[in-house]
């Protein structure tokens, strides 16, 4: 990929204005991060790219869901099929939707058919915050991490007393009702949460006329989530996590039935961490997790997946030579049971973790290496290399290197009629480097990364001499995977700004063709302020044109698009608060999937109760 000269006029857009006006109090140089290393490190001491979402800007988010949320983040990309609700892909550094691993709590969910997890399912209101880790990571969590890990972490309770409920109503019929117990008194901990939300949603397909394509298509979900953990002798805890969605979505197949599908996520993890001396601690998890769909396209019609993965890792993290050592087992077994015939139905993994992080005077290294055991498709050994240098107190340099997998579907190995049993895991090489400005309250990162993906699964003829003929899922196909992320935050006077610009060369290497529905430049910008009871902010994010399909062709590209959002919150008290979001303000007409509708301008209002 070459940089042009737009690349470095952005750089110096994003860093000059602020930098003279820098002030202490960006929260994000304060987080804690533990997705990076699979140990808490401060966020500014980090060898990769890892952004955070907080609580409080989850709250601001309103009713958008968790696809909505992340499409404003750096290095990441989104597409839908229709409105809230709809199937929705997720796209880290231009890698496929299946290249995401989605952890919550530490517990893996998603689907082994399609190969990507429902993100559309997860409400925001259970969320206390988000990272997202972009780069390879397969040298710390094994598959599926080419592109990067979003973890999901569900909210907790704290000391006292802290009853919440929340009800609003928005546009298209949407409405919400929520509440929740939490609390804690001494070193116990606990919230229980549940809620519904609904909406009438918009039309999936608006130029279709077929069958009932001309109604709206909206969702129904009801959730759960719940936490307990106690404390013993001086650093010990036991405790459990749970997450429970279930979510019924309609959408346009042309046909006269009103088709939809219902989709459940769950996940469990039971954790006891244990510290045997000041510099060990052993941590002992147990993760269960669910990703369900019944897709009804038809009123005779049922075809159901359901993909449940339970993880056992045995962790110790004890200080060494001026570091920490990382040493970790997991097993993994994964199975699926569905209304199609597979052949196989379950696979597992036994695996080796071993990883050490260290500072000496101004440099910071990082080291990773990963066995993973695959009943399946036998053995894979992955890692990674990161080093960091401090320039100055103000400036801080960093070079990596690692590799990741993904192993096939088992839509790709075993579907009837359909499936290739002999396929080999996706692999991919990534080496980037990064420079990061910090000073007061004002951050400004520029991080470039190369990745290279081989054996990607395609469809392609079993005779390559005779494409007339018989096809079948193989690893046939590559991608060069480029580009440039630029970030910067800030506090200026009152008010606190960020913005972010992504320039992605994602390359289909045999066709020359652009990755489907990935944008060559993306950027977002926000500003927020804060006045005595008064909480306002606007967010504008966009994406460049970019083409819907393989082969790239004038009549399948997806024109650009930028919007316009903005939120108000006010105090009415200590306990309660009106949250107003507005999304799309502008009413822009765009598209995430060629033919499937978004919605235009939107509102919602929600009146909050929460006892601090």
Known sequence: MKIRLAALVSACALAYPLAGLARSGDAQLDHVVVTATRQPVSADEVL????????????????????????????????????????????????????????????RVGSLTSGAPAFENIPLELIERIEILRGPASALYGADAIGGVIQVFTRKGSEGFQPSARVGLGSDGARTLDAALAGGAGRLRYRLAAGHERTDGINAKPASIAGNDRDDDGFRNDYFSGSVSLGFREADEVGLTMLHSKMRSWYDMGKAYDSHMDKRTESIGLHMRNRIDADWTSTLRFGYGVDESDDRAERNSKTDFETTQRQLTWQHDIGLAGGTLLAAYEYLEQEIDSSNDYDKTGRHTNSLVLGWSGQFDRHHLQANARYDDNSQFGSKTTGTLAYGYRLTPEWRARVSIGTAFKAPTFNDLYYPWSGNPDLEPEEALNREAGLVWERGGFSFSATYFDNRVRNLIAWAPVDPSDPTGFWLPANVARASIEGLELAASAMVWDYRVRASIDFLDAEDKATGDELSRRARIGGSLGIERSAGQWTWGLEWNGQGRRHDSIPNTAANRLAGYGLLNGYVHYALAPEWSVELRANNILDKDYELASRYGTQGANAFIALRYAMH
């Open 48 to 107: 990769s790219s890892v952004d955070v979402i907080d609580r409080d800007e989850i709250a601001r988010a309103g009713n958008s869901n968790l696809v909505q949320l992340l499409s404003g983040r750096p290095g990441v990309q989104v597409t839908s099929n229709g409105g809230p609700g709809s199937n929705s892909s997720v796209f880290i550094r231009g890698t496929n939707s299946g290249h995401a691993l989605l952890l919550i709590d530490g517990v």
